[in-house]
């Protein structure tokens, strides 16, 4: 069976570094071909793709967020890690990661169940 | 910064055909993609590259392009398929980019 879990703080304070990890099973990280992405979604928001990972190099950030952003993976752990960096409220989300299934079109095709981080002080 | 365009809602009765659109300047050379997000759940891929059905999805979910507008569409709608629903794209720039989100209705 395939599943993606993320895992994290559920409350972090403004200016703080968030660190979410991804772990995953039924699939290996290793193709080069399979990817790992990170998608937000504030309450009663849509969604909005923040970064994805396919190997040390050939990864992908949101343009408006990249310089917040960074995502990298253990493939021995099964683990694909997001850093937010500068914590704000604006930021309080659900945040999902999820499977790209080929690296010639960005989709995901599977999706975590989510984990909700609230920025409050 | 290059935007997917969704209407808010779309509402339909039960057993009619509903249609989503979503419209955007790169879908002419782009595939546009589909998730179903159901309340309080993640969300869930319906149909991907050139109007495909991942396992499990049912044959009346379909979708169709047309320079700058994707469509899709559910044929005889159930009152299970009320949800929001999601288009994506990638832009120039190689961003993941999704729309804003329709909230369907089945009554």
């Known amino acids: 069976q395939v599943t993606l879990k993320e895992s994290g703080p559920v409350l972090v304070k403004p200016t703080e570094t968030l660190t979410l990890t991804c772990t995953v099973s039924?699939?290996?990280?290793?193709?080069?071909?399979?990817?790992v992405g990170w998608i937000r979604q504030p309450p009663g928001k849509a969604l909005e793709w923040l970064a994805h990972i396919f190997s040390d190099d050939e990864l992908s950030y949101n343009t408006s967020l990249k310089s917040r952003l960074t995502i990298s993976q253990d493939i021995s752990k099964s683990q694909v890690v997001l850093t937010m960096t500068n914590m704000d409220p604006v930021d309080t989300a659900t945040y999902y990661c999820a499977r790209i299934p080929t690296i010639s079109h960005w989709y995901f095709d599977l999706w975590g169940r989510g984990t909700l981080v609230a920025v409050s002080s | 910064s290059y935007e997917l365009t969704q209407p808010p809602s779309v509402s339909v009765s039960p057993g009619q055909t509903a249609r989503i659109p979503c419209s955007g300047d790169a879908l002419p050379k782009k595939y546009a993609f589909w998730y179903q997000q159901k309340s309080g759940q993640a969300p869930v891929l319906v149909i991907y590259g050139d109007n495909k059905r991942p396992s499990g999805i049912p044959e009346r979910f379909s979708a169709s392009s047309s320079g700058t507008m994707a469509t899709l569409t559910i044929s005889g709608a159930q009152v299970d398929d009320e949800a929001d629903y999601y288009c994506s794209s990638t832009d120039r720039n190689f961003n993941v980019v999704f729309g804003g989100g329709t909230k369907l209705t089945v009554l």
């Open positions: 039924g699939f290996s990280l290793s193709p080069i071909t399979v990817g």
